[in-house]
């Protein structure tokens, strides 16, 4: 099973057999295709998918204090990781424009810095993990909080 950067025939990654996806929506498009949001955002087609043995119950929108968007515009999208680390398992991807909620702890829980001085966001959608802040010490930024 694939993943497609839109409804199309050229893939832009593998699924392996029985891979976890998150969707981007409830209806799948009258051609057959669904949009997802994790492991990365595309399409795959609706008919390939099986309900998942555990039910998830993922919010759609997140509250506003803990909501900010995406506004790296690198190609490949910011990589969610397991711990705050850039070495840690790599869980999913997010990119420009999609809007993520930060964990609901105090500011010290949701924001780590890592000896190299990057910023790390701890997130609860559209994956649970940890992503890359950018670094303070130079003014790199990847997240800002959403405007509606």
Known sequence: MFIYKQPSIEPIRTLEPNEEVILAGNN?????WIAINSPIPGFVRAKDLKFCQQTVIVRPNP???LCREVIYKGNDGIAVRSRPNINSSRLGLVSYGVKVRLINRPPQEQ?????QGREWARITYPVNGWMSNGS????????VVCSN
């Open 136 to 143: 303070r010490a130079t003014g790199d930024q990847n997240l």
């Open 28 to 32: 799948p498009s009258k051609n057959g």
């Open 63 to 65: 509250t506003q204090s």
């Open 111 to 115: 924001f780590f810095q890592d000896s």
